[in-house]
């Protein structure tokens, strides 16, 4: 049985305002390719399907086509949950159509364990996985929030939350399982930030819960678990070392953090429970993307480098440069006039609250985080310490509050 696990497509993403449709077309195609070569059985897609709750219409229309192929080609089931970045309503839309497709889509979180525990059958019928689709946790759904918590206390209770709900949806695999057959293996999904999780700056990662403080544990997750398909992590990696419980990274670089970066997607092979291998699978580079960072002079040369392979690039400029050169926008794209680069950002290393005023040429507010847009309020208040923590502390928690919510929701 070949299972292939893939997440964060974020479909829709754009990069400065740069729409990606073709390179999401062209990894989907890709997709699908692999899963006809590799007689792929079994797709698991971790979550983060599209990047904002409310899709585009042309996002849609590419998910929908690529679930309509891929239910016609080798691979019997598709398994599809939610991330923090989907709308769990939108997402669970199709679910009951797409049952007659062999596709379990969950958005929501039920309210029992085992309503998210299901086998997958053979094409004799026969039971040849367990699987639990677990979705992207909200706050709500693991912990009940109370009035004069400290952000540790309400990250503790958000972890123990997590451990609980994994831990009541695997005494209810492990049931299964034993009352089936005790070599059927058991996966689980997750979208979540696990303990020792790697990120990279600009990588589009979205701060679950309460940033960092609320890292899940390996300890969160039942031994009985064969496998963890985890979603959330750009960065393809595994968990404190586990090759049983990995990312699979996202498949396109979503910002010039990554630029460079190798993408994959993870097929295991398995036997059963006991026997079971995990490859990378490289997903090609459909888009070049490029970071320049330099001087002023060295960023005009390594322009015109780049402007003699004639190779269409999506670039990011760093200046590092102590002198103040108001036109370098304009001189930058002088330069590349008349090649196939792009160059989508500007950006100078010296930061300071000016920046935000209109026309200044040191950093575009186009170019900060909301968060970084709060902290160039706080520096302007001259707040620090104790008080900065706290303000930050609470900005994190209402901007995630505000993400979550679903609009696709009655």
């Not at 689980?188 to 696990?194: D, K, V």
């Amino acid at each position: 049985m070949k299972i292939l696990h893939t997440s964060d497509w974020h479909l829709g993403n754009q990069i400065c305002g740069h729409k990606r449709y073709d390179e999401h077309e062209q990894f989907l195609s890709w997709l699908l390719s692999l899963i006809n070569q590799e007689g792929v059985d079994i797709l698991i897609v971790a979550g983060d399907i599209f990047d904002t709750t409310t899709p585009p219409n042309r996002s849609l229309e590419q998910y929908y086509q690529f679930l309509a192929r891929a239910a016609g080609s080798s691979c019997r089931h598709i398994v599809i949950t939610a991330g923090n970045h989907d709308s769990p309503s939108l997402i669970a839309a199709p679910r009951e159509l797409c049952k007659y497709l062999n596709i379990t889509i969950v958005g929501h979180v039920p309210d029992y364990p085992e309503e998210l525990v299901t086998i997958l059958k053979d094409r004799d019928g026969m039971p040849e996985l367990i699987i639990c689709p677990v979705p992207y946790l909200r706050d709500r759904d693991v912990r009940t929030m109370q009035a004069g918590e400290s952000a540790g206390e309400k990250a503790a209770n958000l972890v123990a939350g997590i451990k609980a709900r994994y831990h009541a949806i695997g005494s209810c695999a492990e049931t299964m399982r034993e009352e089936i057959d005790n070599s059927i293996p058991i996966i689980a999904t997750g979208h979540l930030f696990a303990a020792g999780g790697i990120t990279k700056e600009d990588d589009g990662c979205r701060d679950l819960y309460l940033g960092t403080l609320a890292c899940v544990g390996t300890d969160a997750f039942p031994s009985c678990i064969d496998y963890l398909a985890l979603g959330h992590l750009h960065l393809p990696q595994r968990v404190c070392g586990n090759d049983r419980m990995r990312y699979s990274g996202a498949p396109l670089p979503m910002g010039f953090g990554e630029a460079g970066q190798t993408k994959s997607v993870l097929m295991l092979d398995v036997q059963d429970s006991r026997n079971m291998s995990v490859k990378e699978i490289t997903v090609p580079a459909f888009q070049r993307m490029d970071r320049i960072s330099g001087t002023f002079d060295e960023v005009i040369e390594e322009l015109c480098r780049l402007k003699m392979e004639y190779s269409p690039a999506l670039v990011e400029v760093i200046l590092e440069d102590p002198r103040i050169i108001s036109d370098a926008s304009e001189r930058i794209r002088t330069t590349i006039q008349g090649s196939p680069i792009e160059v989508l950002r500007v950006k100078a290393q010296r930061v300071s609250v000016q920046a935000l005023q209109p026309g200044s040429d040191e950093e575009s507010l186009a170019g900060l985080s909301p968060e970084e847009v709060f902290k160039r309020r706080l520096d302007a208040a001259e707040i620090s310490g104790k008080d900065r923590q706290e303000l930050l502390e609470s900005f994190r928690e209402i901007y995630t509050e505000l993400q979550e919510e679903d609009n696709n929701s009655e």
